[in-house]
């Protein structure tokens, strides 16, 4: 997502600037998101990438996401499945949006990846803002769970939406969820709930 990645590339930056400059030791160590259903976009650049956000690649240190933020928690419930999440790839805040990826806490392999705007995205004219979504892997049961987020006018119209509520670090609300894994004509739309939200600091 496009302001995902200025938000991300930001994070870095700070991240960076919070750690000092070390550029006078001997060796130099290697630098390592109102209601769905606007179209809203803008551009913007990265000089480095966003890290992978596959459930196998999160940080080893536990308390920390990839980029030295506190990990987070999240918790999807998707028809009559509980979903437990660590945000611990990505939980980041800035601006009023709130990013997040994350693996399942039973082990499973599973992982969360979301995006909500501020509040206010949709009557912000200072901004543009993608929409916001939810998606979850279900590796168990082979399903991908999807809610908003650009691509939801690809569905037939009313088969996937959030609603989310935001005070700019903890979010919750409710969507629809599609399988990504089924063709369009066999959707059976789910509801579902959700609550997430990233640690200060």
Do not use: H
């Not at 200025?6 to 630098?31: F, N, Q, R, Y």
């Not at 063709?183 to 200060?200: K, S, W, Y």
């Amino acid at each position: 997502m496009k302001q995902r990645l200025v938000v991300i590339a930001i994070g870095v930056a700070l991240v960076s600037t919070a750690c000092g400059d070390k550029s006078t030791e001997d060796t130099a160590a290697p630098g390592p998101v109102a209601t769905q259903g606007g179209t809203a976009s803008s551009s913007a650049s990265a000089n480095t990438a966003p890290p992978s956000t596959t459930a196998d690649e999160a940080p080893t240190d536990s308390n920390e996401t990839f980029y030295g933020n506190p990990v987070g928690t999240a918790v999807v419930e998707i028809g009559q499945t509980r979903y437990e999440f660590d945000l611990d790839v990505i939980c980041l805040t800035m601006f009023g949006s709130v990013g997040v990826v994350g693996t399942a806490t039973d082990g499973s392999g599973s992982g969360i990846d979301a995006d909500f705007p501020p509040q206010d995205w949709e009557t912000d004219t200072t901004n543009e803002w993608d929409s916001p979504f939810v998606k979850v892997d279900d590796k168990a049961n082979d399903i991908s769970w999807a809610a908003g987020g650009e691509g939801a006018e690809m569905w037939a119209p009313g088969a996937t939406s959030v609603e989310f509520t935001s005070d700019g670090s903890r979010v919750f609300g409710e969507a629809t969820f599609v399988n990504l894994f089924v063709l369009i004509d066999d959707q059976t739309p789910v509801n579902g709930r959700f609550e997430m939200a990233c640690p200060q600091g």
